[in-house]
Nanobody
Framework: QVQLVESGGGLVQAGGSLRLSCAAS????????MGWYRQAPGKERELVASISTINGTNYADSVKGRFTISRDNAKNTVNLQMNSLKPEDTAVYYC??????????WGQGTQVTVSS
């Protein structure tokens, strides 16, 4: 079992920045795929960005050039730097870990609200 704890959400004006962090309860190994998803009211959960040693980074088209995902293996954390935020980025953001055996773990979510 892996626990994921997100932090860093909040309220920001359009054009502003936020940095989300996700701390895992165990060492992040090279075969783990870490990702950030988001879910806005009335919408399905969608992938925002993912990172893995094998496949590198991957971003949703809507956030390319604005968001950056990174991992700190020494601290067992994955971060999402969000710049040039837009009101449509408003959602609950979830951290995700998928192991090589396809076991999936989720954090509790952190709210990001972007005001216009």
């Amino acid at each position: 079992q892996v626990q994921l704890v997100e932090s860093g959400g909040g309220l920001v004006q359009a054009g502003g920045s936020l940095r989300l962090s996700c701390a895992a309860s165990r060492f992040i190994v090279s075969t783990d795929v870490m990702g950030w998803y988001r879910q806005a009211p009335g919408k399905e959960r969608e992938l925002v960005a993912s990172i893995s040693t094998i496949n590198g980074t991957n971003y949703a088209d809507s956030v390319k050039g604005r968001f950056t995902i990174s991992r700190d293996n020494a601290k067992n954390t994955v971060n999402l730097q969000m710049n040039s935020l837009k009101p449509e980025d408003t959602a609950v953001y979830y951290c995700n870990l998928e192991t090589w055996t396809r076991s999936t773990y989720w954090g509790q979510g952190t709210q990001v609200t972007v005001s216009s």
